[in-house]
């Protein structure tokens, strides 16, 4: 296989998705931009900022030797720890709408769970290779989901959980470990909903949207008339109702549904396929990698993280999963999101192949052996 073609699908298309994410948000950003700051290019030239940013730090950091970032694993994990305790702090930590989530450095916007994710990813790829005992991975991931529910972050939880997840797989670890794992970690999010009147309320609006349509269910509500309003081929762009401050952080993890409402169902349909096809491509580069190595942990770290964050945040924007907060990947309106998925994306494009001789046979049975209980 094409490494080198692997690599330029992988690069253009994440431009590609940039590009458009940058008319989106201008579209989309227009009212609440001259609304709240006199100046409709607001958001568009702030995002735009920071795509030429991002863009630059993907292509630094896919020079770099990924050894090196292998290494620098530790010190970024153990920052962005500190970090995470730092917004819960009230002196340091910004709150906006109830949550803790952001650190305001030097004018700039800082969210420490977005470091977490790339921090989390070059830590575990070499801290699974070495023998551990399952307790001790047990107690690591829930101490970070523990601080990301402080804030609280359900969305950015669920995502580390995720990388978690795979990258554990990923080193051969047995399956059933994890399975524990999930029946305890379900049982532990219960809980939080039970003693949080905020999350009882949301989980209760997203299983009946219509007990408090002015109130909690709003949200979802006018992404689902939306939606509803785009059809097969949208209203056009420009034409969006919606976007008139009717929902909530519409530049930002409500973007889909504004496309949708303009584009229609055709054309969001193929920002959907283009999502499958940078997934693919990623996991074809993945699975020519050296078997159980630090790299190949940290390319299935990196392909999970975006993977699931794709997911998640489509999931709740058409109501299959409560609202999490989790924006589009490279479309939705976020200085840090962005930047942190494009040193991810650089990251990726930078990671050596070493394409083995073994047979798909070999392979398959190797794969089954690795993960059995």
Same mark, same amino acid.
Not at 166 to 185: C, D, T
């Given at each position: 296989?094409?490494?080198?073609?692997?690599?330029?699908?992988?690069?253009?298309?994440?431009?590609?998705?940039?590009?458009?994410?940058?008319?989106?948000?201008?579209?989309?950003?227009?009212?609440?931009?001259?609304?709240?700051?006199?100046?409709?290019?607001?958001?568009?030239?702030?995002?735009?900022?920071?795509?030429?940013?991002?863009?630059?730090?993907?292509?630094?950091?896919?020079?770099?030797?990924?050894?090196?970032?292998?290494?620098?694993?530790?010190?970024?994990?153990?920052?962005?720890?500190?970090?995470?305790?730092?917004?819960?702090?009230?002196?340091?930590?910004?709150?906006?709408?109830?949550?803790?989530?952001?650190?305001?450095?030097?004018?700039?916007?800082?969210?420490?769970?977005?470091?977490?994710?790339?921090?989390?990813?070059?830590?575990?790829?070499?801290?699974?290779?070495?023998?551990?005992?399952?307790?001790?991975?047990?107690?690591?991931?829930?101490?970070?989901?523990?601080?990301?529910?402080?804030?609280?972050?359900?969305?950015?939880?669920?995502?580390?959980?995720?990388?978690?997840?795979?990258?554990?797989?990923?080193?051969?670890?047995?399956?059933?470990?994890?399975?524990?794992?999930?029946?305890?970690?379900?049982?532990?999010?219960?809980?939080?909903?039970?003693?949080?009147?905020?999350?009882?309320?949301?989980?209760?609006?997203?299983?009946?949207?219509?007990?408090?349509?002015?109130?909690?269910?709003?949200?979802?509500?006018?992404?689902? *008339? =939306?939606? $509803?309003?785009?059809?097969?081929?949208?209203?056009? @762009? +420009?034409?969006?109702?919606?976007?008139? &401050?009717? !929902?909530?952080?519409?530049?930002?993890?409500?973007?889909?549904?504004?496309?949708?409402?303009?584009?229609?169902?055709?054309?969001?349909?193929?920002?959907?396929?283009?999502?499958?096809?940078?997934?693919?491509?990623?996991?074809?580069?993945?699975?020519?990698?050296?078997?159980?190595?630090?790299?190949?942990?940290?390319?299935?770290?990196?392909?999970?993280?975006?993977?699931?964050?794709?997911?998640?945040?489509?999931?709740?924007?058409?109501?299959?999963?409560?609202?999490?907060?989790?924006?589009?990947?490279?479309?939705?309106?976020?200085?840090?999101?962005?930047?942190?998925?494009? *040193? =991810?994306? $650089?990251?990726?494009?930078?990671?050596?192949?070493? @394409? +083995?001789?073994?047979?798909?046979?070999? &392979?398959? !049975?190797?794969?089954?052996?690795?993960?059995?209980?």
């Amino acid at each position: 296989m094409n490494v080198r073609a692997l690599n330029l699908t992988i690069f253009f298309l994440t431009i590609g998705f940039i590009a458009f994410g940058l008319l989106v948000i201008y579209d989309v950003s227009v009212v609440e931009s001259f609304a709240t700051f006199g100046d409709a290019y607001y958001f568009l030239r702030s995002q735009a900022l920071w795509a030429a940013i991002s863009v630059v730090g993907l292509i630094i950091v896919s020079k770099i030797p990924t050894k090196w970032w292998l290494s620098l694993g530790p010190i970024l994990f153990g920052l962005a720890v500190l970090l995470l305790i730092g917004v819960l702090i009230p002196s340091i930590g910004v709150r906006v709408g109830g949550a803790r989530r952001w650190l305001s450095i030097a004018g700039f916007s800082l969210q420490p769970a977005e470091l977490m994710k790339m921090g989390l990813v070059l830590y575990l790829s070499t801290w699974l290779l070495k023998p551990r005992r399952f307790l001790s991975f047990a107690l690591l991931i829930g101490l970070l989901f523990g601080l990301i529910m402080l804030q609280p972050d359900l969305g950015s939880g669920l995502i580390l959980l995720s990388i978690a997840a795979g990258m554990y797989i990923g080193a051969g670890k047995p399956i059933k470990h994890l399975i524990w794992m999930f029946g305890a970690g379900i049982v532990g999010i219960l809980l939080l909903i039970l003693v949080s009147p905020y999350r009882m309320q949301r989980l209760t609006t997203f299983l009946n949207p219509e007990s408090d349509p002015q109130g909690k269910s709003y949200h979802i509500r006018q992404i689902t *008339i =939306a939606l $509803g309003n785009g059809g097969l081929f949208g209203q056009g @762009i +420009g034409k969006s109702k919606q976007k008139y &401050r009717y !929902i909530p952080e519409a530049s930002t993890d409500s973007i889909f549904a504004i496309m949708a409402e303009e584009l229609g169902f055709a054309v969001c349909g193929m920002i959907i396929i283009g999502y499958m096809t940078l997934v693919y491509r990623m996991s074809a580069k993945v699975e020519i990698l050296e078997q159980g190595s630090a790299p190949q942990l940290l390319a299935l770290g990196i392909l999970t993280w975006i993977a699931a964050q794709i997911l998640v945040n489509l999931s709740s924007v058409v109501a299959l999963i409560p609202l999490t907060g989790v924006p589009l990947p490279f479309i939705s309106y976020g200085g840090t999101a962005l930047l942190s998925l494009c *040193i =991810a994306i $650089g990251l990726f494009i930078g990671i050596p192949t070493t @394409i +083995g001789t073994t047979t798909p046979h070999k &392979r398959l !049975i190797h794969k089954i052996r690795r993960h059995s209980i």
